[in-house]
């Protein structure tokens, strides 16, 4: 059964920082490229990061410079790290595997004072 799962999500002050986590299981892990997503009420939802299999990544420009993304093929998980966080930033995040097509159902972060 393939599964992802997401944590790490949490309420944090702006500035502050998070390590979000996706564990894989279900697929080989290592030969899927994978990518981070984060949606809010009303809105599309918005890819932010993806790696390839041995590590490549693409970031997009709302995080350049505060995400950085990662993974660990031996251990099955994709690694999101957030720094400087904005209230903008504030969304339900999630992890995706291009292969096989799966979801993971999210974890939750807001950024407030």
């Known amino acids: 059964q393939v599964q992802l799962v997401e944590s790490g999500g949490a309420l944090v002050q702006p500035g502050g920082s998070l390590n979000l986590s996706c564990v894989a299981s279900?697929?080989?892990?290592?030969?899927?490229?994978m990518r981070w997503f984060r949606q809010t009420p009303g809105e599309e939802r918005e890819m932010i990061a993806s790696?390839?299999?041995?590590?490549?990544?693409i970031i997009s420009d709302s995080i350049a410079g505060r995400f950085i993304t990662s993974r660990d093929n031996a251990k099955n998980t994709m690694y999101l790290l957030m720094n400087k966080l904005r209230p903008e930033d504030t969304a339900v995040y999630y992890c995706?595997?291009?292969?096989?097509?799966?979801w993971g159902r999210g974890t939750q972060v807001t950024v407030s004072s």
């Open positions: 790696i390839a299999p041995l590590g490549d990544t």
């Open positions: 279900g697929f080989d892990f290592s030969r899927s490229p």
């Open positions: 995706h595997a291009l292969s096989p097509d799966a």
